[in-house]
């Protein structure tokens, strides 16, 4: 059986290209006792992940020159040594890009979905939701009558993020970067009101009419440009939730931009980031919420899937062009 795996080339210095990753081919995976072997069905492709390519360390190690690229894989089990584990099991968990792989069953988590709805395993009930699901609770505390607005809001934490601010009462506005984008928010999701930053010739007077009473929470994708003009906008104890910042990532030079000390100590504000892992011990009644929303309709869930392991590179560099809408996955098999 033939078995391929993406690893990194080399250190993209700028924007990601096609030549920051290599695909080859590897000996199929062996088992040890304890292990299983995974056929990978879905792999998530995530802005994080640009970071993980350079070389400095962060909150988690970077990718090493050589080796295996890896990340959120949803896939069936194929073999076991575990027999708490059968084939056509279906199991998430970080693996490397890789179409078969040998994972301890420690480092794995069931899925217990139809194989249909394998992609919400990486999606709403995955990472995405996750991430939304603590940025906007933990630090947004969405009361109802709030003005959120969400940068990267057609994306998979944007989209999750607003419809649970909707949950709590509050009038969201969301920022993308096309009108079919936007179409999706306001008719699919329920935003009150979205924003074109591409098409708009003036993002401070845009927001200033659709947040006319100000804006209360702040969900940070993007940072940049865009969020300087938005935090101009933010009210007296108001909270910006510091989530990615897409429009740095393949930054040349070191970013420079407007000192916010003065408005966070003048207007009260909250600014905090953090990563999902801070509140492992909480994910249980995270699930157990958005399982709750979804299944009331107050949630749904979208995926731009690619097919074709070859296309890994293409579905990650699509991030940074802003392709997808929700979460974006490629399907292996």
């Not at 080339?9 to 062996?30: A, L």
């Not at 069953?105 to 899925?111: A, C, M, S």
């Not at 207007?267 to 492992?280: A, D, E, F, K, T």
Request: with cysteine; hydrophobic share 35%; charged share 25%.
């Amino acid at each position: 059986m033939e078995n391929k795996q993406y690893i990194l080339k080399e250190r993209p210095y700028g924007d990601v290209t096609s030549d920051t990753f290599h695909m080859r081919r590897v000996s199929m995976p062996s088992l040890r006792e304890g292990e299983i072997m995974v056929k990978a069905k879905y792999i998530s492709v995530d802005p994080y992940m640009r970071g993980k390519m350079n070389e400095q360390k962060t909150y988690t190690e970077p990718y090493v020159v050589g080796k295996a690229i890896y990340g959120a894989v949803v896939g069936e089990v194929v073999k076991s040594k575990d027999k708490s584990y059968q084939p056509g099991d279906f199991v998430q968990g970080i693996m490397p890009w890789q179409e078969y792989c040998s994972i301890h069953t420690e480092d794995v988590t069931r899925v217990n979905v139809p194989e249909a709805d394998l992609p919400t395993a990486l999606s709403v009930f995955g990472m995405t939701g996750l991430t939304a699901y603590f940025g906007m609770m933990k630090i947004g505390r969405p009361k109802e009558g709030e003005t959120v607005v969400i940068s990267g809001a057609a994306g998979a934490v944007g989209t999750i993020a607003g419809q649970i601010a909707k949950i709590f009462g509050c009038r969201v506005v969301g920022i993308s970067s096309s009108e079919i984008k936007n179409h999706y928010l306001e008719h699919d999701l329920g935003f009150d009101e979205t924003i074109n930053y591409l098409t708009t010739d003036d993002l401070d007077y845009e927001l200033s009419r659709k947040c006319p009473d100000g804006i209360d929470i702040y969900f940070d994708n993007v940072g940049g440009k865009i969020s300087d003009t938005i935090l101009e906008q933010m009210n007296f104890f108001s909270r910006v939730i510091v989530c990615g910042q897409i429009s740095l990532y393949n930054s040349k030079e070191k970013n420079i931009g407007p000192r916010i000390q003065s408005m966070v100590l003048t207007r009260s504000m909250l600014v905090q980031g953090y990563i999902i892992s801070n509140y492992y011990d909480e994910y249980p009644q995270a699930l157990s919420d958005l399982t709750k929303w979804v299944q009331e309709g107050k949630i749904k869930s979208r995926e731009t899937i690619i097919n074709g392991f070859e296309n890994l590179p293409r579905a990650f560099m699509g991030l940074f062009r802003g392709a997808n809408i929700g979460k974006q996955l490629v399907k292996v098999f």
